[in-house]
């Protein structure tokens, strides 16, 4: 990714950030979750993949709830609905250690903050619910923008439109963080700052602490 230019603290009035493999772990994959379900992932062809993700989208985008998504999904492999509960439960792993102290240092900054994630409405209510183990303190975030509330999906141009009505800010003080290059693409097509985080090194809030303060947001060694 590009460098990042030298800014103040002072220009950057919003820091966005995508919550899977940002802010909170999550599995691999479906199989990946599957395993941590406890169950047997079936083999399944190509036309049945594409299948499941043209549901997993639709859940995505708020066309379907929770219990079509667990019916339709369990048509497309062959199971019971319980079972894809059970796969989507496993697939939101929890939050990154020291997440939600960058929460708290933006905030102690007067930094506003928001998440943007492409989610659906089960694993948005496990990231809202205190005490499940993928929960999030989102009442640190000043916004909350999720894919099936806003029935648009990134890297879809409308919803970094809609963040921009909604906060009113223009895009050169949104500094924004996601682990898929064409969301920061996107971001960056509409003038929004924007850093890759790389989902290899596992290792995501040290790389928002780096550019964080590169942008000069947060200190040195806080």
């Known amino acids: 990714m590009s460098a990042v230019p ?4 002072a220009e950057i009035q919003l820091v966005v950030f995508d919550l899977g493999r940002v802010l909170v772990r999550i599995c691999r994959d479906w199989q990946h979750a599957c395993e941590c379900a406890g169950l047997k992932w079936p083999q399944i062809d190509a036309p049945t993949a594409a299948r499941l993700k043209e549901v997993a989208q639709r859940a995505e985008i708020g066309q379907i709830g929770a219990p079509q998504f667990y019916a339709e999904a369990a048509r497309v492999l062959g199971c019971g609905p319980e079972n894809i509960r059970a796969i989507s439960d496993a697939f939101v792993v929890g939050p990154y250690p ?4 960058v929460l708290a240092e933006l905030a102690s900054a007067g930094i506003k903050t928001a998440c943007l994630s492409n989610t659906n409405e089960h694993h948005w209510s496990l990231l809202s619910e205190p005490g499940h183990r993928a929960w999030l303190p989102m009442d640190r975030l000043t916004h909350h923008f999720a894919s099936h509330l806003m029935q648009a999906r990134k890297p879809d141009e409308a919803i ?6 909604e906060v009113g800010l223009p895009p050169d003080q949104i500094l924004f963080f996601d682990d898929l290059p064409e969301n920061i693409e996107a971001a960056h097509r509409r003038g929004w700052n924007a850093q890759w985080i790389d989902p290899a090194v596992d290792d995501p809030i040290f790389q928002i602490r780096s550019t964080l303060r590169r942008y000069r947001i947060i200190l040195e060694g806080r």
Do not use: L, P
Not at 6 to 9: A, G, H, K, N, P
Not at 160 to 165: S, T
């Open 6 to 9: 030298d800014r103040t603290s």
């Open 98 to 101: 020291g997440a939600a102290e």
């Open 160 to 165: 970094y439109a809609q963040v921009e009505r």
